[in-house]
C-alpha cells in the first residue's frame, strides 16, 4: 500500500524510445477521455521571477479516469537561457498519486514524459488535420531544439512521410543539427534556410521556438497545416484568417498565447472552430478553403496518461528504483 518508486531519466527515455506507436494512442485515447468528460484538468499555475521574465516554472495538476485512476502534478521548469550554454530549456518531474488514497506512489523525470506527450500530440493532429497524406508536400520546423527533434520522430512514427523537411532556427547550429538528424533517423531530404519566409511556405510548418512575442504576421494560405506547438509565434490577425483547433478551448485562451490575443482583439472566441477531440471524433470538420492552425496548451491529462505508462513498463522490467520507508508515517495510530 505505501510503495514508491522512482524512475530516472534515463528508464524514461528507454522506455519512450521503443514504444511510440503505444505512445501515440495513449495520447489519442487521453484526449478523448478529457472530452467525454472524465479527467479533471484545472489551471496550470505559473510561477514568474521579476529578474528572469523568459523564465518559470509551471505547475499542471490532473486527473484522470478511465481506466487510470491516478492524480498527479507535473512541475516543469522552461529557463530558456540554458539553451546558451547548451543545457536543455525545459526540466521537469511528475508526482503519481493514488486515486483511492491520495498517496504518492512515484516520481518520475518528466522532461523526457512532457516532450513525448507534446510531440505525440502533434503527430496525432498531423495525422487527423492532413488526412490524405503527406506525399509531394514539405514539412518545415521553425525552431530546431529538443522538442522539435522530438516532433520530428514522433511524426514519423504517425506515418507521416513528406518528400522533404525545411528547418529554419535563429541558432544555425542547432538548426543542422535538427537537418543532421533527420537525414540519419528517417533517411529523408532535409534542409536549413536562414530565411523564415522560405520556410512559412511549406504545406505543414511546425513552430516549436522559445518565442514570447508574435513574429509571424502574414496569413497562412488555404490548405497549409500549422502546429502552434510553441504557440506564441503568430500574430492574432493570423490566427483570425485560419481554422482554428485546440486541444482545450478554456486552457488555450490564456496566458497571451496566440489564440488569446486573437480573442482579447476580437472580444469573442467565434474564430474557434473546435477541439483536437471533435476532430478525431469526426465532429468537428475542418475545410481546405482556408488553412488550419492546431493551438495545444498542453493538458495535465496527458502527462499523467504517459506517465502511467512509463511507470507500468519500468515496474515490469525491474528498472523503477523502489524507496523503502519513503513515508514517516504509515499508521494513525
Not at 90 to 116: F, H, Q
Not at 160 to 166: E, S
Request: a negative charge; glycine letters at 8%.
Amino acid at each position: 500500500m505505501f510503495d514508491f518508486d522512482v524512475v530516472a531519466g534515463e528508464t524514461v527515455r528507454d522506455v519512450l524510445d521503443g514504444k511510440r506507436a503505444e505512445v501515440l494512442g495513449i495520447v489519442s485515447d487521453a484526449y478523448r477521455s478529457h472530452e467525454a468528460g472524465e479527467t479533471v484538468n484545472p489551471d496550470s499555475y505559473f510561477l514568474r521571477f521579476p529578474d528572469k521574465p523568459d523564465s518559470r516554472i509551471i505547475a499542471l495538476p490532473a486527473y484522470l479516469g478511465a481506466g487510470v485512476q491516478l492524480a498527479g502534478i507535473k512541475w516543469i521548469a522552461s529557463f530558456p537561457r540554458n539553451t546558451l550554454a547548451g543545457k536543455p530549456r525545459a526540466s521537469a518531474v511528475l508526482i503519481l498519486n493514488d486515486y483511492e488514497t491520495g498517496y504518492p506512489v512515484a516520481c518520475l523525470e518528466a522532461a523526457n514524459i512532457s516532450a513525448a506527450r507534446t510531440a505525440a500530440s502533434a503527430a496525432v493532429a498531423a495525422t487527423a488535420l492532413r488526412p490524405d497524406g503527406y506525399t509531394g508536400t514539405r514539412v518545415a520546423i521553425v525552431g530546431g531544439g529538443v522538442i522539435a527533434r522530438n516532433i520530428c520522430d514522433y511524426l514519423h512514427a504517425a506515418g507521416v512521410a513528406p518528400d522533404a523537411y525545411v528547418v529554419h532556427d535563429l541558432h544555425r547550429e542547432s538548426g543542422e543539427a535538427l537537418v543532421a538528424h533527420l537525414r540519419s533517423t528517417q533517411r529523408r531530404a532535409a534542409a536549413f534556410t536562414d530565411d523564415l519566409g522560405t520556410a512559412l511556405e511549406a504545406e505543414t510548418v511546425v513552430f516549436a521556438t522559445t518565442a514570447l512575442e508574435p513574429y509571424v504576421t502574414t496569413p497562412f494560405k488555404p490548405g497549409q497545416v500549422v502546429l502552434n506547438v510553441s504557440l506564441r509565434d503568430l500574430a492574432p490577425e493570423v490566427v483570425l484568417a485560419a481554422q482554428n483547433v485546440l486541444d482545450d478551448v478554456d486552457h488555450c485562451l490564456k496566458a497571451n498565447t496566440s489564440p488569446h490575443l486573437a480573442e482579447q482583439l476580437t472580444g469573442s472566441r467565434d474564430f474557434v472552430t473546435g477541439t483536437l477531440a471533435g476532430v478525431l471524433g469526426g465532429e468537428v470538420p475542418v475545410t481546405a478553403d482556408r488553412p488550419v492552425i492546431f493551438s495545444p496548451f498542453g493538458l495535465g491529462v496527458l502527462d499523467l496518461a504517459v506517465g502511467a505508462y512509463v511507470l507500468e513498463q519500468a515496474r515490469a522490467a525491474g528498472s523503477a528504483i523502489a524507496v523503502p520507508n519513503f513515508f514517516g508515517e504509515t499508521r494513525r495510530w
